[in-house]
């Protein structure tokens, strides 16, 4: 009994939710990424090195500079410059996209390893002071409503970011020509083609858009969350990403939802020490959620008819 009134008391908290709205905000960027990437035909499972890359720069950025907003931008570029090597790879050498992923997930792994030891030895690499954080920023009066006002309007700057980004992308997408050409390079780049679209510079834009919004990510959770950098630090959360858009059938709000229930899970792990649940158990929440979704949403989901599908002129 006591457990289960754990559980509910939790349920009403909105500490809860605003964490679940956070850490679905960290998964939405590089899903929003991963969403116009595969919509205009690349795979990128390589979001987990980017965010992971832009992570680091970003604390080493920030523990140089002490402005959280010049190292949010050098790990949104850090994030960008993996994503151009995933184009380049996939796109004009026509290599195979998934290998190309996993290679630069392997590489930034051990990149931002070796790093940490070179620049910073065996030491710890220092945590980023408060006032060279990503600033929480609450909206004014809308801040003071019950519940509501603790969950959605009393959040990083970056979670209302995630949420602007969110509307959007879905716009573009699906509201301007851009979208319409994204669509249809991933769909029938042949055609796309032949109506005068640059396959390749569409491609090239949305595979780096999608690194530019993981390098966010990393950013965010290195000085906005975490305020360090820890080898491996992003934990499969580009993994988890990939699943929310895959559960979204590549549409942004779609991906959206699934960030929320990941999210939860997250939230669940980290309030375990009030309903005193193994951690253990509960750090496995939010896999065994992707595992969940990835078994009964995957089969039913169908991607761009050209997505992971090299493009060369005249031979589709």
Known sequence: ??????????????????????????LLLPALGGVISERSGVVNIAMEGMMLTGAFFAVVADLALHNPWLAALVGIAAGGFMALIHAVVSIRFRADQIVSGIAINIFAAGMTLFLVNRIYGLQDIGHVGQSNLLPYVNIPILDQIPFVG?????????VYAALILLVLVNIVLFRTRLGLRIRAVGEHPQAADTAGINVYAIRYGAVITSGLLSGLAGAFLAIGISNTFVPNMTDGRGYIALAAMIFGK???????????????????????????????????????????????????????????????????
């Open 250 to 316: 590549w549409r942004p709000f779609g991906a959206f939802i699934a960030c929320l229930i990941f999210g939860f899970g997250q939230a669940i792990y980290d309030a375990n020490s009030v309903i005193h649940v193994s951690q253990y158990l509960l750090s496995m929440l939010p896999y065994v959620l992707t595992l969940i979704v990835l078994a009964g949403i995957v089969g039913r989901s169908i991607p761009p008819a050209s997505d992971g599908i090299p493009y060369s002129p005249g031979t589709e």
């Open 1 to 26: 009994m006591t457990f289960l009134s754990d559980i509910a008391h939790l349920l009403i908290t909105a500490d809860l939710w605003r964490a679940t709205l956070e850490a679905a905000a960290l």
């Open 150 to 158: 603790r969950v959605l309007f009393q959040q990083n700057v970056v």
